[in-house]
């Protein structure tokens, strides 16, 4: 284990410590704050001469950045690591590191299970990865899974050198002081901190810099942002200096919870047009018991409460929200409440999942486990209503006229351009690359499930 107490703050000016050119590879699962935490990764690593591999057989380093909020996720991670030990074991000369959720979760449990795995790291370790790789070069096995401390956490300010499109992500807090019972983001995570909002508008202003339109605020619960941190703006407050960032023109955030959306944030709906008409509300369960034994701390109705203050300060506000089916003790009525909901709240996509066990979780003492049958038969219920709902908004675009930004060229088709709406829905039209970043009308055409084709007006 390392000492932490040895390690020096990150430093973002820091000189390279060895200018000879290496190569890493990244492998990233799960969430937004993965994605983040990669890029702040990338470019630590990047002031010690580490350029992107082209592929894993040409990398000197590879660093899996895993999830385990499911245990599908976690699988995923033991079936990547096994094709990249390969390469280890035939003979390519590799660092292999894991960090992230399920780093956190393992920690010592994965070096004893993979002999030939260099280092491992969870997500507090990602401020002083350069560090922390430097060990793991010298021949040393790293373990560092200690939470660092609240009172000054070092959020990293480098800005990740791969970012170059419309959009990107800034983190605003890190950790989770919930404890919903389903859920191991705050044992893999460890407690909230709120990034100082200085640092906040700083990266938002650097992004802006390079070209970033459209920012997103990452946070496991953005509405409790600076609430715990004397002298800090709340989440709302943070919204208005964001906006007020020359060369934002969008603003998104993720993610919310629904006991915590405050009246303020409401406001900002009406204030903002920068605040993107899309709001990611996961609300769980639509029966306020099972919601209970959630620990989720809001019913049924206060969720519609929020949802139609919402809807009055923002009318063609586009809701999306997360779904656990098959919760124990989840009842055919429970699921019907559930069910229910999606009409009623009207969310126009979702991410929906099958319950799963996590490791040390206060579900796990729940009683009335529901048969894996049961709740696949449910999970498709809500799958299949789901399509036809969010078939029923992109095809309500149909003929009308939508502001997107261009986001960039189809892959599949390069003469086609894909541009996004304040709603969320992606149009593809053709048009000329040279738009690329600029803000257009276009008049939709057709609705599909997901995505709308359109055409050019101006
Ligand atoms: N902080 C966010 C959620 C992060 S996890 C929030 O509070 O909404 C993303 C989603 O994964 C959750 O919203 C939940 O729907 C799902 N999830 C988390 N733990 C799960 C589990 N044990 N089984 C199934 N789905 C889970
Ligand atoms: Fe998990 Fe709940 Fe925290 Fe979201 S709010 S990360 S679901 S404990
Ligand atoms: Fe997964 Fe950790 Fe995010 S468990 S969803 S990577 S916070």
Request: proline fraction near 6%; include cysteine.
């Given at each position: 284990?390392?000492?932490?107490?040895?390690?020096?703050?990150?430093?973002?000016?820091?000189?390279?410590?060895?200018?000879?050119?290496?190569?890493?590879?990244?492998?990233?699962?799960?969430?937004?704050?993965?994605?983040?935490?990669?890029?702040?990764?990338?470019?630590?690593?990047?002031?010690?001469?580490?350029?992107?591999?082209?592929?894993?057989?040409?990398?000197?380093?590879?660093?899996?950045?895993?999830?385990?909020?499911?245990?599908?996720?976690?699988?995923?991670?033991?079936?990547?690591?096994?094709?990249?030990?390969?390469?280890?074991?035939?003979?390519?000369?590799?660092?292999?590191?894991?960090?992230?959720?399920?780093?956190?979760?393992?920690?010592?449990?994965?070096?004893?299970?993979?002999?030939?795995?260099?280092?491992?790291?969870?997500?507090?370790?990602?401020?002083?990865?350069?560090?922390?790789?430097?060990?793991?070069?010298?021949?040393?096995?790293?373990?560092?899974?200690?939470?660092?401390?609240?009172?000054?956490?070092?959020?990293?300010?480098?800005?990740?050198?791969?970012?170059?499109?419309?959009?990107?992500?800034?983190?605003?807090?890190?950790?989770?002081?919930?404890?919903?019972?389903?859920?191991?983001?705050?044992?893999?995570?460890?407690?909230?901190?709120?990034?100082?909002?200085?640092?906040?508008?700083?990266?938002?202003?650097?992004?802006?810099?390079?070209?970033?339109?459209?920012?997103?605020?990452?946070?496991?619960?953005?509405?409790?942002?600076?609430?715990?941190?004397?002298?800090?703006?709340?989440?709302?407050?943070?919204?208005?200096?964001?906006?007020?960032?020359?060369?934002?023109?969008?603003?998104?955030?993720?993610?919310?919870?629904?006991?915590?959306?405050?009246?303020?944030?409401?406001?900002?709906?009406?204030?903002?047009?920068?605040?993107?008409?899309?709001?990611?509300?996961?609300v769980q369960s639509g029966s306020s018991a099972v919601l209970r034994r959630m620990?989720r701390?809001?019913t049924r109705?206060?969720?519609?409460?929020?949802?139609?203050?919402?809807?009055?300060?923002?009318?063609?506000?586009?809701?999306?929200?997360?779904?656990?089916v098959?919760f124990?003790g989840e009842t055919d009525d429970d699921f019907d409440a559930t069910m229910a909901l999606?009409?009623?709240?009207?969310?126009?996509?979702?991410?929906?999942?099958?319950?799963?066990?996590?490791?040390?979780?206060?579900?796990?003492?729940?009683?009335?486990?529901?048969?894996?049958?049961?709740?696949?038969?449910?999970?498709?219920?809500?799958?299949?209503?789901?399509?036809?709902?969010?078939?029923?908004?992109?095809?309500?675009?149909?003929?009308?006229?939508?502001?997107?930004?261009?986001?960039?060229?189809?892959?599949?088709?390069?003469?086609?351009?894909?541009?996004?709406?304040?709603?969320?829905?992606?149009?593809?039209?053709?048009?000329?690359?040279?738009?690329?970043?600029?803000?257009?009308?276009?008049?939709?055409?057709?609705?599909?499930?997901?995505?709308?084709?359109?055409?050019?007006?101006?």
């Amino acid at each position: 284990m390392i000492d932490l107490s040895t390690l020096a703050p990150p430093a973002p000016a820091a000189e390279p410590n060895d200018a000879t050119p290496k190569r890493v590879w990244f492998h990233t699962f799960g969430c937004q704050m993965n994605e983040y935490d990669t890029g702040k990764m990338r470019a630590q690593l990047r002031i010690d001469g580490y350029q992107d591999a082209a592929a894993p057989d040409e990398a000197d380093l590879i660093l899996l950045n895993t999830c385990s909020i499911r245990e599908k996720a976690q699988v995923k991670v033991d079936s990547a690591l096994g094709h990249y030990r390969r390469l280890k074991r035939l003979g390519q000369p590799v660092v292999i590191g894991v960090a992230g959720c399920v780093a956190q979760q393992e920690g010592q449990a994965l070096l004893t299970r993979y002999p030939d795995l260099d280092l491992v790291f969870g997500p507090d370790g990602v401020p002083h990865v350069r560090k922390l790789v430097e060990e793991a070069r010298s021949g040393r096995r790293v373990l560092d899974t200690d939470f660092l401390d609240l009172e000054a956490y070092p959020f990293v300010s480098d800005l990740d050198p791969s970012v170059d499109g419309i959009g990107a992500f800034v983190t605003i807090q890190k950790g989770c002081d919930n404890k919903c019972t389903f859920c191991i983001v705050p044992a893999t995570r460890g407690a909230e901190a709120s990034r100082p909002s200085t640092q906040v508008i700083d990266e938002v202003r650097g992004l802006v810099g390079k070209g970033v339109q459209e920012i997103t605020l990452i946070g496991q619960n953005v509405n409790s942002y600076g609430l715990k941190t004397p002298g800090e703006v709340t989440f709302a407050q943070l919204l208005y200096e964001v906006a007020a960032v020359p060369g934002v023109s969008r603003i998104r955030y993720t993610t919310s919870h629904p006991r915590d959306m405050g009246d303020d944030v409401v406001a900002a709906y009406r204030d903002l047009p920068a605040l993107a008409s899309h709001l990611h509300l996961p609300v769980q369960s639509g029966s306020s018991a099972v919601l209970r034994r959630m620990k989720r701390f809001y019913t049924r109705e206060h969720y519609l409460d929020v949802v139609n203050k919402l809807r009055a300060a923002r009318p063609d506000l586009a809701l999306t929200t997360d779904v656990i089916v098959g919760f124990p003790g989840e009842t055919d009525d429970d699921f019907d409440a559930t069910m229910a909901l999606l009409d009623e709240a009207q969310f126009v996509t979702s991410f929906s999942f099958k319950y799963s066990q996590r490791p040390d979780t206060a579900a796990l003492r729940l009683k009335d486990p529901v048969p894996d049958d049961v709740a696949s038969e449910r999970l498709s219920r809500w799958q299949v209503a789901q399509r036809v709902r969010s078939l029923a908004w992109t095809r309500g675009h149909e003929d009308q006229e939508v502001e997107v930004i261009i986001e960039g060229p189809s892959r599949h088709e390069p003469t086609v351009l894909c541009g996004r709406t304040s709603g969320n829905l992606m149009v593809n039209f053709p048009g000329d690359p040279s738009l690329v970043g600029r803000s257009a009308l276009v008049r939709v055409t057709r609705g599909f499930t997901n995505t709308a084709r359109g055409e050019l007006i101006a």
